[in-house]
């Protein structure tokens, strides 16, 4: 199975700032690599596919990176709206796994 | 709009089966595989099931193969998950996802408890 290391569990910042989140699979997973929002009793959106595709009606300040097996979630210019957790998902084979998360506070 | 609607869930013992149904709206049910992904409280995210667009193909991960199966009906637009020898760590919030990308789409998710 692949594993995916998510980094950091969690963090700190203020609005306006810039962060990013990584994602470290087992092996290649072929930018086959999606990120995930997920607010408090809520289903998770998803944000970005294949690496890099920014989801429709997504803000543009998200993007993504990263190809083979290290992967990125940038956050531009930080709004209240975007505290939440972030997971990572491989949909490159069965068994899909996903990160265990990233929990962003807004200071 | 795509809508999917889980529903099914609630208390069972250890043991028992469960069914959960997700019924799905707003695009071309038949033309996409479908998923099962639970969250157990306060906990990530664990893919537990992907049916392919005819039926014919299904997937499980280790920690419910064999007890858990997925099946569809494209004429109703309906997803299922028959839980079987549940036990107490399936206890988890179980959502049904779908997309054309990945998993894109999801419902708001059903709560199953397993618990004597």
């Known amino acids: 199975d692949i594993q995916m290391t998510q980094s950091p569990a969690s963090l700190s910042a203020s609005l306006g700032e810039t962060v990013s989140i990584e994602c470290l699979a087992s092996?290649?997973?072929?930018?086959?690599l999606a990120w995930y929002q997920q607010k408090p009793g809520k289903s998770p959106q998803l944000l970005i596919y294949?690496?890099?595709s920014l989801q429709d009606g997504v803000p543009s300040r998200f993007s993504g990176s990263g190809s083979g097996t290290q992967y990125s979630l940038k956050i531009n210019s930080l709004e209240s709206e975007d505290a939440a957790t972030y997971f990572c998902?491989?949909?490159?084979?069965?068994?899909?796994?996903f990160g265990a998360g990233t929990k962003l506070e807004l200071k | 709009e795509v809508q999917l609607v889980e529903s099914g869930g609630g208390l069972v013992q250890p043991g028992r089966s469960l069914k959960l149904s997700c019924a799905a709206s707003?695009?071309?049910?038949?033309?996409?595989?479908m998923a099962w992904v639970r969250q157990a409280p306060k906990k990530g995210l664990e893919w537990v099931a992907t049916?392919?667009?005819?039926?014919?193909?299904?997937y499980y991960p280790d920690s419910v193969k064999g007890r858990f199966t997925i099946s569809r009906d494209n004429a109703k637009s309906s997803l299922y998950l028959q839980m079987n020898s549940l036990k107490s760590e399936d206890t988890a919030t179980y959502y049904c996802?779908?997309?054309?990308?990945?998993?894109?789409?999801w419902g708001q998710g059903v709560m199953v408890t397993v618990s004597s």
């Open positions: 707003g695009f071309t049910f038949s033309n996409y595989y």
């Open positions: 998902l491989q949909d490159s084979e069965y068994p899909y796994t």
């Open positions: 996802a779908s997309g054309r990308y990945s998993l894109d789409y």
């Open positions: 092996e290649d997973i072929y930018n086959n």
């Open positions: 049916i392919s667009t005819s039926g014919s193909r299904t």
């Open positions: 294949y690496a890099s």
